[in-house]
């Protein structure tokens, strides 16, 4: 099994900045893409923003130029580093990991942390 643990959410005011970050741990062999998606109060869940193991990035326009998503390889890890926050980006945050367990599994399974909540006020 595969658990990803977030952190770093809390009450900040507008145009402040928080830095979340989610670690993987148990049966990994390999991880591809890591992801940060969002879901607010009577909204679905959206994306924020993916890197793959090569770091390429992909960013919700919403997020764009303020967001930054970023991953440590050899721990596991993935960060967003959110700034200019806006009463708008109020929502519990998820990591997502798409996790290879062995050398003798060729596919990969999606992972989801428990959310950590993000509160801006205005």
């Known amino acids: 099994q595969v658990q990803l643990v977030e952190s770093g959410g809390g009450l900040v005011q507008a145009g402040g900045s928080l830095r979340l970050s989610c670690a993987a741990s148990g049966s990994i062999f390999e991880i591809n893409t890591m992801g940060w998606y969002r879901q607010a109060p009577g909204k679905q869940r959206e994306l924020v923003a993916t890197i793959t193991s090569g770091r390429s990035t992909d960013y919700a326009d919403s997020v764009k130029g303020r967001f930054t998503i970023s991953r440590d390889n050899a721990k596991n890890t993935v960060y967003l580093q959110m700034n200019s926050l806006q009463p708008e980006d109020t929502a519990v945050y998820y990591c997502?990991?798409?996790?290879?367990?062995?050398?003798?599994?060729?596919?990969?399974?999606?992972?989801w942390g428990q959310g950590t909540q993000v509160t801006v006020s205005s």
């Open positions: 997502n990991a798409d996790v290879r367990s062995s050398r003798w599994y060729t596919t990969y399974a999606r992972y």
